[in-house]
């Protein structure tokens, strides 16, 4: 009796083809994780720098140079043109108040004052002729009233008897209207007279103030050409140390022209430089830090000079408290200036991962610390040293800091110790 065989399920046709498909299914998959998967690339963590997020206290500063300058510079210039005749001291010499620094000549400044002082002679001169005239012109107007005021008695003497004689009927009305004439006569030249000597004295005294005001004036001009020529010896106007002295024996001079500058010696201050991105920032009042001979010290802003040259404006600084031993004008400082108060804030090293994610991303280390991922993040204020992490990072992770150039788009690197 023949028995009946039980086909197969797994024919060869049948495996061939599932082997196919499974194949096929095998390469997608592949294909897939290859393309979509995380890229890695493995990065020797001695060739990189890894640093640790932390809670610490930040404070917002920019790095700038200063200048070291006396706190008061007093600009010396030539009061008058003129040639170099002598020097008394040189560059760097400490100086007194008053004290002579050069001597400069001056050919026309002198013959001005020759002519001047001749004109104050001159105007002198004529002061006291026009005095002497006025004093002769008084006595003679004097003398004149002398003489009406003499005639006036008598005619009134004359005038009083004849009347006396008239009312007797001693003399006639003829020779009595005579004598009365002749008394008002002289009565009236007596007003006349008194009226022209008293113009005659305002006249001659507003001839003398005129003449007083010409001769004080021309003394006022004469005191202008002495201090003219007393200006052609150039002094210090307070105390202090002489720098920049540019000036030699024969030179010549124009009148205004800088000569050189006293440094008063009293303190010093710093000139700044900062850059113009920073200037709606910076304010009187903002403090600095720099360290000198391994000690810190403190400075403030206490003027700033609005104008921009090249990209940057300049402020003045002053010491607050002490100020360093043996500091020297024309040193430059390195100084620390504040932008913000200390705060607390969560803490990231700078580094070079910055200028490929612009903040945006970093690849943060594994617990395992075998490899690193990126992650976003958010940073806000920055200082020479740190980062502040807003958000993505929390105390403790471990970021990579070190340039990402090399990396490309790679989602993960293994670190390799």
């Known amino acids: 009796m023949d028995r009946a065989i039980p086909k197969s399920r797994w024919n060869k046709k ?39 997020v932390k809670n610490g206290t930040f404070q917002e500063f920019i790095p ?60 002198l001169t004529q002061m ?29 003497r004359i005038y009083k008897l004849d009347k006396s004689l008239y009312e007797q009927k001693a003399i006639g009305l003829q020779e009595f209207k005579k004598a009365e004439n002749d008394y008002n006569y002289y009565l009236e030249k007596e007003k006349l007279t008194e009226q022209i000597l008293k113009q005659d004295s305002a006249t001659n005294a507003q001839q003398l103030e005129q003449a007083r005001q010409s ?4 003394q006022s001009a004469l005191g202008l050409y002495k201090k003219k020529e007393g200006d052609l010896i150039v002094r210090a106007p307070v105390d202090g140390q002489l720098t920049s002295l540019d000036a030699e024996r024969g030179q010549n001079k ?17 000139r700044v430089d900062v850059d113009e991105h920073y200037i709606s920032r910076i304010y009187t009042g903002l403090m600095g830090e720099f360290t000198f001979a391994n000690k810190d010290y403190k400075l403030k802003i206490t003027k700033v000079y609005t104008q921009v040259t090249n990209g940057r404006f300049q402020v003045d600084m002053e010491f607050t408290g002490e100020v360093p031993q043996g500091i020297r004008r024309g040193q430059t400082l390195q100084i620390r200036l504040a932008l913000s108060d200390e705060t607390q804030a969560l803490l990231l090293a700078k580094g070079g ?6 903040g945006n991303w970093v690849f943060k280390v594994s617990e395992s610390g075998n490899t690193a991922y990126k992650v976003d993040i958010q940073l806000g204020r920055q200082n020479p040293d740190y980062y502040e992490v807003l958000q993505g ?6 970021v990579v800091t070190s340039s990402y150039e090399n990396y490309g788009n790679m989602q993960e690197l293994v670190l390799n110790k």
């Open 14 to 52: 049948r495996i061939l083809t599932i082997g196919g498909i499974a194949g096929v299914a095998g390469l997608a998959i592949a294909s897939y994780v290859l393309t979509s998967g995380k890229s890695k690339l493995n990065v020797e963590t001695d060739r990189i720098t890894i640093s640790e």
């Open 64 to 123: 700038v140079n200063g200048v070291v300058l006396p706190i008061t510079t007093i600009y010396l210039d030539a009061l008058e043109g003129g040639r170099v005749e002598e020097k008394y001291v040189e560059d760097g010499a400490i100086m007194k108040k008053d004290q002579p620094i050069l001597r400069l000549s001056n050919t026309d400044l002198a013959l001005n004052l020759l002519s001047q002082q001749s004109n104050v002679y001159n105007t």
């Open 128 to 156: 006291q002729i026009a005095r002497n005239a006025a004093q002769q012109n008084t006595v003679t107007k004097l003398n004149q009233m002398t003489d009406v005021e003499s005639q006036l008695k008598e005619a009134e």
């Open 215 to 218: 001769y004080e004036s021309s």
């Open 254 to 270: 124009n009148k205004g022209e800088r000569l050189g500058q006293i440094d008063v010696l009293s303190g010093f201050k710093v």
């Open 353 to 358: 991962f910055y200028q490929q994610t612009g």
């Open 393 to 398: 990072l929390k105390p403790g992770d471990k």
